[in-house]
């Protein structure tokens, strides 16, 4: 049991290891040799574990899909237990379009603590033999369009706007925030992204809706965060 658990250890260490410098330096650049010694095991600990620079890419990837995987499923518990309290589409939840903001806020704290995430939505832009569907960025599109698929189901999208087109501007946003953010952690901030949403959500929601949606997210124990006092509401569309 002891020995599994050192294997554990170790490929964890290896993955972490990877992950930071992939995220560093890029994965073209990066040598097993390094990722091994940043991991403090040897290269023999290493090739028992991965055969390749690929494979180590590859488990990266997966670690880093079971994360936004989490992200993504919480956000679907939030709008259960919004839907359960108070019905979905209710005004005090927010309904689908709530979930959509608290979820890219989730990412958002992932991307900016947790280097695993981070180098696995990088690994979407690099010539890595990975799996065929693994591109973390697509899964996140798929995402965005279903919740905004919802909430047009549930009427809380202006009657203009399609889900598809506002899908495409929260991926582009959310995406743009987690590659600026690599080298300016503000871009990862609260205060930036309830900005963004702050912009978009009177263009994106019914008045009705609007009443609702909490800009900064819907997250215990974050007041003051990032100096934005949250719950920071929108209660009115521009030019209004």
Same mark, same amino acid.
């Given at each position: 049991?002891?020995?599994?658990?050192?294997? *554990?250890?170790t490929?964890?260490?290896?993955?972490?290891?990877?992950?930071?410098?992939f995220?560093?330096?890029?994965?073209?650049?990066? @040598?097993?040799?390094?990722?091994?010694?940043?991991?403090?095991?040897?290269?023999?600990?290493?090739?028992?574990?991965? =055969?390749?620079?690929?494979?180590?890419?590859?488990?990266?990837?997966?670690?880093? $899909?079971?994360?936004?995987?989490?992200?993504?499923?919480?956000?679907?518990?939030?709008?259960?237990?919004?839907?359960?309290? +108070?019905?979905?589409?209710?005004?005090?939840?927010?309904? @689908?379009?709530?979930?959509? *903001?608290?979820?890219?806020?989730?990412?958002l704290? #992932?991307?900016?603590?947790?280097?695993?995430?981070? %180098?696995?939505?990088? &690994?979407?832009?690099?010539?890595? !033999?990975?799996?065929?569907?693994?591109?973390?960025?697509?899964?996140w599109?798929?995402?965005?369009?279903? *919740?905004?698929?919802?909430?047009?189901?549930? +009427?809380?999208? =202006?009657?203009?706007?399609? !889900?598809?087109? =506002?899908?495409?501007?929260?991926?582009?946003?959310?995406?743009?925030? +987690?590659? &600026?953010?690599?080298?300016? $952690?503000?871009? &990862? @901030?609260q205060?930036?992204?309830?900005r963004?949403? %702050?912009?978009?959500?009177?263009? &994106?929601?019914?008045?009705?809706?609007?009443?609702?949606? *909490? =800009?900064?997210?819907?997250?215990?124990?974050t007041? #003051?965060?990032?100096?934005? !006092?949250? !719950?920071?509401?929108?209660?009115?569309?521009?030019? $209004?």
């Amino acid at each position: 049991m002891a020995q599994q658990e050192r294997a *554990v250890r170790t490929r964890n260490a290896l993955i972490e290891s990877a992950a930071e410098l992939f995220c560093k330096d890029g994965f073209d650049v990066v @040598s097993l040799s390094t990722i091994s010694a940043r991991a403090g095991v040897s290269n023999g600990a290493l090739h028992f574990h991965f =055969a390749s620079k690929a494979a180590l890419a590859v488990a990266v990837w997966e670690a880093a $899909a079971q994360r936004l995987r989490r992200i993504t499923v919480e956000g679907r518990a939030r709008s259960e237990a919004a839907a359960t309290a +108070g019905g979905s589409g209710a005004t005090g939840s927010g309904g @689908s379009l709530q979930v959509l *903001v608290d979820t890219t806020h989730a990412l958002l704290r #992932g991307l900016r603590h947790d280097v695993i995430l981070r %180098a696995g939505f990088d &690994l979407s832009e690099s010539p890595v !033999p990975v799996a065929a569907g693994a591109d973390l960025r697509r899964r996140w599109q798929t995402w965005v369009e279903g *919740v905004l698929a919802e909430a047009a189901r549930e +009427g809380a999208l =202006a009657r203009d706007v399609s !889900p598809q087109d =506002a899908a495409h501007a929260v991926v582009a946003a959310t995406v743009g925030f +987690g590659a &600026l953010g690599s080298r300016n $952690a503000q871009w &990862l @901030s609260q205060s930036m992204l309830t900005r963004f949403w %702050a912009l978009l959500l009177p263009r &994106l929601a019914t008045e009705a809706a609007l009443k609702g949606l *909490v =800009a900064s997210g819907r997250r215990e124990g974050t007041a #003051g965060v990032d100096g934005v !006092p949250p !719950p920071f509401r929108v209660t009115a569309r521009s030019g $209004a």
